[in-house]
């Protein structure tokens, strides 16, 4: 589903992000990067939503190589991928109900459809009772499964997370992944990145990185 | 869909402007002041046109014959002339026509003219030129071409200080167009950094819609609008205020130029230059937020 073929990133700085990586992503898998901070992991989360691009290499997103896709069709891409970041990134102005409808008023959902689906979703994170809560009046476990619900009210072919646990606490951490595992259990490919290498432990596919190169794998 | 989707970026747009208010006031209010100085341009010179206009339309040339020319001799010119392509309409004016026309003009002095023996006015010939030859160029090309008439003693004709008043007004012109184009420049500068403070208060906002599969046609109409909004109300504002001011400054000052302001007849603008002035607010508005939308799409 997604492949990367000797991908190399190197920064207008010089800084070089990843070097030579390679790596393959089934559909249906869920995945795990993991590596310190400063390792790339992010950087090949980006390549694969075309935050960046790499300089060198390919990046496959089924058959085509996102990697020299035209700056119009990226919002399309994205449309087929759920992320999720460490800060949640929410919008402090909107509702949890408003802020998981975003992700599909921006494709011109219909109201019905907005109203269904995101009812839904907030059912399967566990959040139906609070839809009217402002994220500033959750806790940090609880704002991210806002942001896990933005990330598949659309149902994506796979979900991206960077480091979805690093600003929780063990117990919501677990939470956290428990409900990344039904998501995959439903049938999205997972990619985690994390620094935290207990989290990976086992499953059945993790890449590690260091200083932007896979050393397994 | 169509209307679903219009009306959801005009609630976006309205959600914007809610939400900056401060930033909206100042931007409206910055469109609103420049479009005002602009239509104070527009209504003078509107006004100079229509005066130039009515002056130009107005002026004959007037063409004084010898006392010894026989009336045939008169009515050869007359029809000579007559049928240069510049002429509209020639009129004779006897000796004794121009006479009354003098006693009537000046009847105040009716006496003055009680001891003359000999009639002292020439007969003229008023010509009335086509519209299209109106210019100062056409009028003295026809004069150039009429000189050679033996019968004519002299020839007056008002294009001379119509010429200098033109000049001016086309230094007004051009003065008016640089200031007005500088104007505009300067609103555009000023209300796209404040517009674009409006975009940045939403920064976090709009690079989450990238993120998850906005197009950037999505993130800008609600800012379009937001932008149309702006201008659209800066312009009707600044078309009231002008209005307003217009009265006042002639009804302050009929008292004191009340032959000038009849004859002058001002007008406030008609109203192809309202819906311009209008419509020049609307995509001031609209290139405002282009541009500050522009710059912030190309940094996300």
Known sequence: MIQMLHVHKTYSNGQKALIDVSLKLDKGEFVYIIGPCGAGKTSILKLIYCAQRPTKGMVLFGDKNVARIRKSRIPYLRRNIGIVFQDFKLIKTRTVFENVALALEVIGATITDIQKKVWKTLSFVGLYNKSNEYPIRLSGGEQQRVAIARAMVNNPLILLADEPTGNLDPEMTVDIIDLLDKINIRGTTVLVATHNPDLAKNKRKVFTLEKGRITNG | ?300
């Open chain 2, 1 to 300: 869909m169509f209307l679903k989707k219009g009306f959801y970026f005009f609630d976006k747009a309205f959600q914007g402007i809610r939400q900056n208010p401060f930033i909206n006031f100042i931007n409206f209010g910055t469109i609103t002041v420049s479009l005002l100085v602009l239509g104070t341009f527009l209504v003078i010179f509107f006004n100079l046109n229509r005066v130039l206009d009515k002056w130009r339309y107005e002026s004959h040339v007037t063409v004084y014959l010898y006392d010894s020319i026989s009336f045939d001799n008169t009515s050869d010119i007359k029809d000579r002339i007559a049928g240069f392509e510049e002429v509209e309409r020639v009129t004779y004016i006897s000796k004794k026509e121009a006479l009354n026309i003098i006693k009537e003009a000046l009847q105040i002095y009716d006496n003055s003219f009680e001891g003359l023996e000999v009639n002292p006015m020439p007969a003229t010939l008023e010509i009335q030129l086509k519209k299209k030859f109106l210019s100062s160029t056409g009028v003295e090309s026809f004069v150039a071409r009429i000189k050679i008439f033996k019968e004519i003693k002299e020839i007056q004709y008002d294009q001379e200080w119509i010429k200098g008043f033109s000049a001016f007004f086309s230094l007004f012109q051009i003065g008016g167009l640089a200031i007005g184009v500088g104007l505009l420049l300067a609103t555009i500068l000023i209300v796209s950094n404040s517009f674009q403070l409006g975009v940045y208060a939403r920064k976090e906002e709009l690079e989450i819609m990238k993120l998850i599969g906005a197009t950037d046609f999505f993130i800008k109409v609600p800012f379009l609008l937001e932008g149309v909004f702006q201008g659209l109300l800066g312009a009707l504002v600044s078309i009231g205020l002008l209005y307003g001011i217009y009265q006042v400054v002639i009804f302050k000052v009929r008292p004191f130029f009340s032959i000038y302001i009849r004859e002058l007849d001002p007008s406030f603008l008609p109203l192809d230059f309202i819906f311009g002035l209008t419509i020049g607010g609307i995509l001031m508005g609209m290139l405002v937020s282009i541009v500050s939308m522009r710059k912030f799409l190309k940094s996300y």
